[in-house]
């Protein structure tokens, strides 16, 4: 676009409309410039104005026309149709989008060169340092999992270092942007933001060296009382009611407000957090925190939920607080938990009281965590029988609230996966260890500063064997799936890999599920130089996501043998149908554990407090208007749904085998 400079009569109009310049020769316009709705403007620097046609209808149906009034600018460039009003200081070093609405604000402003949030680093995990992630627009959990963590790989560290602060530098400017469609109103300092399209600020209190990285997909917004310094929010995601923030990455769709407070954290995809307070804390997808007297600090979460009161130590009064833990995938919290750091804990664990000893529970996932009399007891493999688990697993997927196309991270929702199902190989061989080592009748076994009662210990075999039966199972089942065999050998070509990728051990890398070999490719070509771009390093973790299930079935296929003592390949029609009868039973099983579990939120008990005032049947039926009947529950259904089609998907598969096997 051509744009001109002011006409002597345009220059004369604006004068009569109390308008001001240092000098109006600086001052192009659009051709389709008209004077009419700029008013009490004072211009100074080099200044670009569009044209001001359109009128907005604002909140309670008033209606604005496009223009400027009440204002200063320096340095600023106007798209087409946008209203700036009523700017008590002044607007400076910034490009206006299209159709944005700027009103009642204090300042806005860039000053100096500013990479707006880009390059700042986050002391995550360990407050003192040593575990800097440095942020920018790009960055994804699962690169800021290998940032924090990977420390005893100093050149990687190095070039990932080297590559954010390339990227910070390659998008710094003493220009500021704020996009098309954009809404500020009723708020005060903005310093050295830069804003995406369709973002929407409302009555914040300050501002200062951040993104907001909004798009018309999903829009971000942020509210009333905000305090945020050194940041990048992603798309998709609302900071509100007071929240504070400062040296924080925000990821996709996530929701920080009612004056939850973090310093040097980083949030992730779908997080949420209210009330509370953060600190150096590593959250994952899903992290979760609603309550004001938790306290999530130095660790690392995902997939999480913490219950009120919930607590850690990083500070034993000695060094500092240089003391870090985790929380694997699906872990939870109960109300007044507390962990001292370090420990570890196992993936989709539930942690209940208070633990005061340094626990690594990693290799025993989806246990209990249970504080009796300050000793940690340990129930191991009891939450595979959890109602709550199999309810978690289902909702995930359903509140992805990412509506972004472009996402940064790749989330793996799977709770059976190679990387869980490889702890509960060794988490049953720590257990037949125990049993072997302190003798079958010990009252009470102990593992890493853990307690382990006789009964708990025995069940917990049982849970891993069955949960293994399952996964194992179900990979052959999918791979044999919709196929037609005339001989054994027919069943072993179909069950040979496609690749050799996936052998080994997995890891989550925040989300991400992947073969560590895969890892360890992608590290070496950030330490090599092969890899020097955040999109490159992305694309890496897109490849390893897509490739998920192939990945997977390598891993299945070369734990047949360790696992059913067959080697894959001698298997027959008859090992696949008995295989495929273990796995029907460990379903059912599983299923008819997690039925009667949800059962126990219809007992009488949970009655209580239903049918005030009133006689049984008052509070029977006030309870059945309330909760429903458990039989038409809506969860319960889908797990007598899925013990039918699994049945039937089993014996689908032995009767398709079965000329094999006669």
């Known amino acids: ?179 098309a469609n954009v809404e500020i109103s009723n708020s005060g300092i903005i310093k050295n933001i830069r804003i995406g399209d369709y973002c929407r ?36 995601s609302t900071i509100d009611s007071g929240a504070t923030l400062s040296r ?20 992730f995809s779908n997080c949420q957090g209210e009330n509370g307070e953060a600190c150096a804390i590593f959250a994952g997808p899903y992290t979760v925190t609603h309550h004001k007297s938790t306290l999530l600090i130095a660790g690392m979460f995902s997939f999480m939920n913490a219950g009120s009161g919930s607590n850690q130590s990083n500070h034993m009064y000695k060094l ?39 626990s690594d529970t990693t290799n025993l996932p989806f246990s209990y965590l249970i504080e009796q009399n300050n000793t940690t007891h340990l129930v191991p493999g009891v939450n595979l029988r959890s109602v709550g688990t199999i309810r978690d697993v289902q909702k995930w997927p359903k509140r992805d609230r990412r509506t972004d196309p472009n996402r940064l991270d790749l989330i793996n929702y799977n709770h059976l996966s190679p990387y869980t199902v490889q702890k509960m190989l060794k988490g049953k061989a720590i257990l037949k260890g125990l049993q072997q080592a302190s003798g079958e009748l010990s009252d009470i076994y102990s593992f890493h500063s853990t307690k382990i009662k006789n009964s708990s210990l025995r069940k917990g075999i049982k849970f891993y064997d069955v949960a293994i039966h399952k996964f194992m199972g179900n990979s052959i089942i999918n791979r044999l799936e919709n196929l ?5 050998e027919d069943i072993r070509k179909r069950l040979r890999p496609d690749t050799e990728i996936g052998v080994g051990e997995w890891a ?33 973790w897109e490849q390893m996501h897509a490739n998920y299930y192939t990945y997977e079935w390598t891993w299945v296929y070369n734990k047949i043998e360790e696992f059913y003592g067959i080697a894959p390949e001698n298997l027959t029609a008859k090992d696949i149908t008995k295989i495929v009868e273990q796995w029907r039973d460990a379903v ?29 049947q008052e509070k029977d039926s006030d309870f059945e208007q309330v909760r429903g009947d458990f039989e038409s529950n809506t969860f319960v259904c889908t797990v007598l749904k899925h013990i039918e089609a699994k049945s039937a998907l089993g014996q689908e598969l032995i009767d398709r085998l079965a000329h094999l096997t006669n």
């Not at 006409?7 to 008209?34: G, M, N, Y």
């Not at 008033?62 to 340095?75: Q, T």
């Not at 914040?204 to 050194?230: F, M, Q, R």
Request: charged share 20%; glycine share 10%; hydrophobic share 35%.
């Open 588 to 616: 059912v099983w599983l299923d008819k554990m997690i039925y009667e579990d949800a059962r126990k939120e219809f007992s009488l008990a949970s009655r209580t407090g239903f049918g005030a005032d009133g006689s049984r």
């Open 320 to 358: 500092g607080p240089i003391h870090q833990g985790t929380l694997e995938r699906g872990a939870k919290t109960t109300s007044n938990s507390y962990i001292l750091w370090p420990s570890r804990v196992g993936a989709f664990s539930l942690v209940m009281g208070r633990h005061v000893s340094n």
């Open 484 to 488: 037609q065999f005339t001989s054994d």
């Open 1 to 179: 676009m051509n744009y001109r400079v002011l006409t002597q009569a345009e220059i004369e109009t604006l004068q009569a409309q109390q308008c001001r310049a240092e000098d109006w020769a600086t001052i192009k316009v659009h051709p389709d410039f008209s004077t009419d709705h700029i008013h009490n403007v004072r211009f100074s620097g080099n200044i670009t104005l569009g044209f001001f046609a359109e009128s907005f209808t604002r909140i309670g149906g008033i209606n604005m026309h496009s223009g400027i009034r009440n204002a200063a600018l320096h340095n600023v460039e106007v798209g087409n149709n946008c209203l700036i009003e009523n700017i008590n200081n002044y607007i400076a070093n910034y490009t206006i989008g299209e159709n944005s609405i700027i009103e009642n604000c204090d300042l806005i402003v860039v000053d100096g060169k500013s990479s707006f949030g880009n390059g700042v680093e986050v002391s995550v995990l360990n407050e003192t340092g040593g575990r800097e992630v440095v942020i920018t627009d790009k960055l994804s959990a699962h690169t800021a999992y290998i940032m924090a963590l990977y420390r005893h790989r100093p050149q990687l560290t190095k070039c990932l270092r080297d590559i954010a602060i390339s990227y910070s530098e390659e998008h710094s400017s003493e220009m500021g942007t704020i996009g």
């Open 508 to 540: 989550d890398i925040s989300g991400l599920i992947a073969p560590k070999s895969e890892i360890e490719h992608l590290i070496n070509a950030i330490e090599s130089g092969k890899t020097t771009q955040l999109s490159e390093i992305n694309r890496a």
């Open 201 to 236: 600020i409302d009555g914040v209190n300050h501002l200062t060296n951040g993104s907001l990285n909004s798009c018309k997909e999903a829009p971000i917004y942020i509210g009333h009382g905000v305090i945020c310094n050194d940041f990048i929010v992603s798309s998709g």
């Open 248 to 267: 924080c990455f925000v990821g996709q769709a996530c929701t920080l407000g009612h004056n939850y407070s973090a310093s040097d954290s980083l949030f």
